[in-house]
T-cell receptor, first 114, second 114 residues
């Protein structure tokens, strides 16, 4: 069964600190992995997209890594800001269908305190 | 900035009422999607479309229906709302080609059935 597991479920850090969120998946055949940021009550916004051949992708203070061999990804947030408080969702796409089916994790709820 | 819009953002209706959630995008995307998301849970695909006059049911069984008469418009209808339909509904769109195509989400429609 294709699955996406994220950890931790929730995380509290102080403003200015760094943090790393984890994503493990079993989706096969793998196409790409995306990280989304979802503010409370809003729709998800894309942060990064990585295909099989990419190991790392940065978007400002966000850096995502991918190890397709171990089927693990991480999202590292540097120098956190209050506005980083949100749910971070890992999404994995397969290439076994025309749709490119998306498998969503439940997200890591990040809270940044001043 | 994503050009995908959902209305209404928030709605409270009585059991048995008919409701249509509107979704429009101005990016010319062929693929459009409807997801259902309960608080703290992952997104579940309920409907998708490859283009005009193309609609398919997703992974999650849903009593809703959709239509795709125009490329930019993908409304979702509940003929008879029930309290179990209380949830957040997210509309999304993407280009047809490429494994790295970004999926853009609307802001969501929060539906409460009383």
């Amino acid at each position: 069964k294709n699955q996406v597991e994220q950890s931790p479920q929730s995380l509290i850090i102080l403003e200015g600190k760094n943090c790393t969120l984890q994503c493990n998946y079993t989706v096969s055949p793998f196409s790409n992995l995306r990280w989304y940021k979802q503010d409370t009550g809003r729709g998800p916004v894309s942060l990064t997209i990585m295909t099989f051949s990419e190991n790392t992708k940065s978007n400002g203070r966000y850096t995502a890594t991918l190890d397709a061999d171990t089927k693990q990804s991480s999202l590292h947030i540097t120098a956190s800001q209050l506005s980083d408080s949100a749910s971070y969702i890992c999404v994995v796409s397969d290439r076994g269908s025309t749709l490119g089916r998306l498998y969503f994790g439940r997200g890591t709820q990040l809270t940044v305190w001043p | 900035e994503a050009d995908i819009y959902q209305t209404p953002r928030y709605l409270v209706i009585g059991t048995g009422k008919k409701i249509t959630l509107e979704c429009s995008q101005t990016m010319g995307h062929d693929k459009m999607y409807w997801y259902q998301q309960d608080p703290g849970m992952e997104l579940h695909l309920i409907h998708y479309s490859y283009g005009v006059n193309s609609t398919e049911k997703g992974d999650l069984s849903s009593e809703s229906t959709v239509s795709r008469i125009r490329t930019e418009h993908f409304p979702l209808t509940l003929e008879s709302a029930r309290p179990s339909h209380t949830s957040q509904y997210l509309c999304a769109s993407s280009e047809s080609r490429g494994a790295r195509n970004t999926i853009y989400f609307g802001e969501g429609s929060w539906l409460t059935v009383v």
